[in-house]
Nanobody, 127 residues
């Protein structure tokens, strides 16, 4: 069973960049399908980005396309989220999620599809 630890969040100004990390232990990292989710205050957790097991196929929700980059280092067991040109609406608690399920196009944006979660790291963007 994999354990996930999120880090890298902090308070920044609009337009700044930030890189989040999700360190994994206790499981075969390359076998996990990984994604980032975020939860703004008073709102539901929503999908941000995902990446294939081999790290070659990323996908992003529309609001972050062109600003965020997702990557994974299967040798170091770390998932990354590079966030550029941050906006106040990006303010949220960011968490990584993992599952060993076979990729499902219908469900990969649903938080309930994932089996393991990081504790979250807070990103606050001020205008």
């Amino acid at each position: 069973q994999v354990q996930l630890v999120d880090s890298g969040g902090r308070s920044v100004q609009a337009g700044d960049s930030l890189k989040l990390s999700c360190a994994a232990s206790g499981g075969p990292f390359s076998s996990y399908f990984l994604s980032w989710f975020r939860q703004a205050p008073g709102k539901e957790r929503t999908f941000v980005a995902t990446i294939s097991r081999n790290g070659q196929i990323p996908y992003f929700t529309d609001s972050v396309k062109g600003r965020f980059t997702i990557s994974r280092d299967n040798a170091k067991n770390i998932l990354y989220l590079q966030m550029d040109r941050l906006k106040p609406e990006d303010t949220a608690l960011y968490s990584c999620a993992a599952t060993r399920k076979t990729f499902d196009l219908a469900n990969y944006e649903e938080a309930s599809w994932y089996d393991f979660w990081g504790q979250g790291t807070q990103v606050t963007v001020s205008s």
